[in-house]
């Protein structure tokens, strides 16, 4: 369905008992991302929040869409899965050949669906427009601090507007904007993002390049600017697909570029690309560590118009599950319809687990017709769009349901030889990956767990799985006292794969460690030992396999040693590990904010106290700093 406005969103959120209105008044530099990620933490991802007293005339909307049932609401759904099959349908009726006239005209139908989807621009003045500022000022929207190591406040949820001077081709996309002044942001655009093309095309023009932003309106927009969608497709076509209804957009009142009419707020402006840059964060990101200061475009505001009760949406980001999660989740069940129809037609399903931020681990079932077809795939997904920046990726046999964990790494697991099939390469990563060597730059895993023809099999069945032959965990940390901990209990559902919390004090340490340890677990039937830093508490899967996943380069951090892939997850260091970049911590929220959210639960009325999801992670800070202290 579409929604006429935000507002519209959050009475359908209220109805359907997904929303809480917070009534009392809370601070939105810091208290709002403490007490959001409380309630994003909780199970199922609590409910959607407006903070109706925050100091500002506009109301604050966060965590809208951070459960899968929110999700789904917001594209209008009941299940997401449904986009995909209706996309599926799409494509084939586009793709059957057809010879006869009668034939052709059967697509008109289609076709004309298609044309129902484009955007359009309408005349005059938008429900966007209604109000617009004297003076431009940032500082009168309640704009959030999220958290205590940040740069200052940032836009979390902008839907940034940008064309290429060229051609004229819109695109819309989602990157965070720091507030400086009153009328000057940061733009934190990606190198390999469209926006930073269409400002490259502007360097070379030397023209100033304009920008709009939106925020608000049918939350479809939002979701639509996250989409990985091939360079060149509207943003707002995919977003008239999922809601029934062509996007309205009016021209902005002081730059020639569109918006949504029925936004709840747009800020106008320009970047220069013959400006000198700005210093730009740290800002607590989706990763779950900080991403570190760099120079990034500054921006320019012109204007700021707003609906006459507009709402202020906004996320935070940080230590997962959060909101990014869901909308993570949509990109995967709809996005997995073009990667089978357009690209690899062998691939059954995908799944992007939450440990792994999005791009760190995605795991993909095919149905296998021949030897090397697991590699084929490999090579085709790192090479499709933002695919590119997955670090590891697992495929499987098409007929295991790679949703249910448990099922899937017991049977990944029995049909994988580590030193055969894990395959290493380098190339492409996310500029938010801190583990790399040099930014935007590292290595890649692949993990072949499909089962091996003939052609594929060049070594005897592997030594099954016997727990009774582990080696004596008290012997094994006094020989070896850098251990700290060790998970051993994924043997007990065969499983073979351990994890090991270890407190380096050497160069070269994990591969020694691994090296003297294989050969006792080898016995044992264990493929694959994670190695990951003292502070970690390993036998908490999830809290491990995000560290982990996180800090690891795989191609510069694995090696084998009797038959078993040992990864190092542990943080890296000039000292230890010849690491030559800033290492940076994770987040959590300060004492004092923490304190201060716990008084003032009771009167929030949002249900019974839950406590910091920070305390638990406090013990992990290397330092109270956004880069993490020696």
Avoid at 125 to 152: F, H, N, S
Avoid at 468 to 493: C, K, S, V, W
Wanted: hydrophobic share 40%.
């Amino acid at each position: 369905m579409a929604y006429s406005s935000l507002r519209q969103f959050i009475e359908r959120l209220e109805q359907a008992g997904e929303l809480y209105r917070i009534k009392a008044y809370v601070n939105p530099c810091l208290e709002i991302a403490e007490i959001t990620d409380r309630m994003s933490k909780s199970p199922g991802g609590g409910k959607a929040l407006l903070f109706e007293n925050t100091g500002y005339d506009f109301p604050v909307l966060i965590n809208a869409m951070g459960s899968y049932r929110r999700m789904c609401m917001a594209l209008g759904v009941d299940d997401l899965n449904v986009i995909g099959r209706e996309m599926e349908a799409l494509f084939k009726s586009l793709a059957v050949p057809r010879s006869s006239l009668v034939e052709k005209l059967s697509l008109l139908p289609t076709l004309g669906k298609l044309a129902s989807w484009m955007p359009v621009r309408i005349k005059g003045r938008g429900a966007c427009q209604e109000v617009v500022m004297p003076e431009p000022d940032l500082y009168r929207l309640p704009i959030l601090t999220c958290w205590p190591k940040d740069g200052g406040p940032f836009i979390t949820l902008p839907i940034i507007h940008t064309r290429d001077p060229h051609t004229g081709i819109r695109n819309v996309g989602m990157y965070r904007m720091q507030v400086f002044t009153k009328d000057m942001t940061g733009m934190h655009w990606h190198k390999h993002k469209v926006s930073a093309r269409h400002f490259q095309a502007y360097q070379a023009l030397k023209q100033k390049m304009p920008v709009a932003v939106a925020l608000g309106g049918d939350p479809v927009y939002t979701y639509a600017a996250t989409a990985p969608l091939p360079d060149n497709v509207d943003e707002y076509m995919l977003a008239g697909f999922l809601r029934k209804k062509k996007v309205e957009l009016v021209k902005c009142l002081t730059q020639d570029i569109e918006v949504p009419a029925d936004a709840d707020i747009v800020i106008e402006g320009y970047v220069d690309p013959e400006e000198a840059f700005i210093w730009e964060g740290p800002f607590g990101d989706h990763t779950g560590y900080y991403s570190l200061p760099d120079w990034y475009p500054r921006f320019h505001v012109t204007c700021i118009t707003h609906r006459k009760d507009a709402v202020y949406p906004a996320t935070i980001v940080g230590i997962p599950p959060q909101e990014d999660a869901w909308i993570g989740k949509a990109t995967e069940r709809i996005f997995i319809t073009p990667i089978k129809m357009t690209m690899l037609p062998e691939v059954v399903d995908m799944d992007m687990p939450i440990e792994g931020v999005f791009h760190n681990l995605t795991i993909v079932s095919i149905h296998k017709q021949y030897p090397g077809h697991a590699q084929k795939v490999m090579n085709a997904m790192w090479g499709a769009g933002q695919m590119m920046f997955n670090k590891m990726l697992v495929i499987v046999d098409g007929e295991l349901n790679i949703h249910d964990y448990e099922t899937l790494a017991r049977e990944a697991f029995a049909h994988w030889r580590p030193e055969q099939d894990t395959y290493f390469s380098q190339g492409p990563m996310d500029v938010l990956d801190h583990a790399c060597s040099k930014p935007g730059i590292g290595g890649k895993m692949c993990i072949d767990a499909t089962r091996k023809w003939e052609e594929e099999i060049t070594e005897e069945a592997p030594t099954p799985i016997n727990p009774a032959l582990l080696p004596d965990m008290q012997q094994l940390q006094q020989q070896f006292p850098e251990i700290r901990d060790i998970n051993t209990r994924l043997l007990d559902r065969q499983i073979p794969c351990i994890m090991m919390a270890v407190q380096k004090n050497r160069k070269g340490h994990i591969h020694q460690l691994h090296e003297a340890c294989a050969p006792l677990f080898a016995r044992v039937g264990v493929k694959m030992i994670l190695y990951a830093e003292h502070t970690v508490p390993v036998n908490d899967l999830p809290i491990a396999l995000w560290r982990i996943c996180n800090n690891l380069d795989p191609r510069r951090d694995h090696v084998f040693a009797a038959g078993i892939l040992g990864l190092d997850g542990t943080r890296k260091t000039r000292e230890f590990d010849g690491f030559q970049r800033e290492w940076p911590n994770i987040i959590v929220a300060d004492e004092a904010t923490i304190r201060t959210v716990d008084e003032k639960w009771n009167t929030l009325q949002i249900g019974p106290f839950i406590p910091s999801p920070s305390l638990k992670f406090r013990k992990q800070l290397y330092g109270e700093n956004a880069v993490a202290q020696p």
